[in-house]
Nanobody
Framework: QVQLVESGGGLVQPGGSLRLTCAASGSIFSIYTMAWYRQAPGKERELVAT???????NYVDSVKGRFTISRDNAKNTMYLQMNSLKPEDTAVYYC????????????????WGQGTQVTVSS
């Protein structure tokens, strides 16, 4: 079994910063692309940022220059540093990872964390 656990969410004032962490555990042979998504109330889930196993990154335009995605392959962990936060960043943030659980098969699966709430408000 593979588990993704997010942490680091909370309440922050506009202009503030938060750092989200996504830790993967369980049966893991390789982790490929990892990503952060978010879902605001009444809106569809939105892709925020992605990072490949070779550390190539991409961001949605609305967070470019403010958010930084990174990963520590040795720890099976991904991060999202969020600076200059705005009220419109308020959402539940989810991590997602493309994981090959077993060395004996090339099959890969997409896993999701349970989400962490980020609220930006004065």
């Amino acid at each position: 079994q593979v588990q993704l656990v997010e942490s680091g969410g909370g309440l922050v004032q506009p202009g503030g910063s938060l750092r989200l962490t996504c830790a993967a555990s369980g049966s893991i042979f390789s982790i490929y692309t990892m990503a952060w998504y978010r879902q605001a109330p009444g809106k569809e889930r939105e892709l925020v940022a992605t990072i490949t196993s070779s550390n190539n990154t991409n961001y949605v335009d609305s967070v470019k220059g403010r958010f930084t995605i990174s990963r520590d392959n040795a720890k099976n962990t991904m991060y999202l540093q969020m600076n200059s936060l705005k009220p419109e960043d308020t959402a539940v943030y989810y991590c997602n990872a493309d994981i090959r659980p077993f060395r004996t098969t090339i099959r890969r699966f997409s896993y999701w964390g349970q989400g962490t709430q980020v609220t930006v408000s004065s």
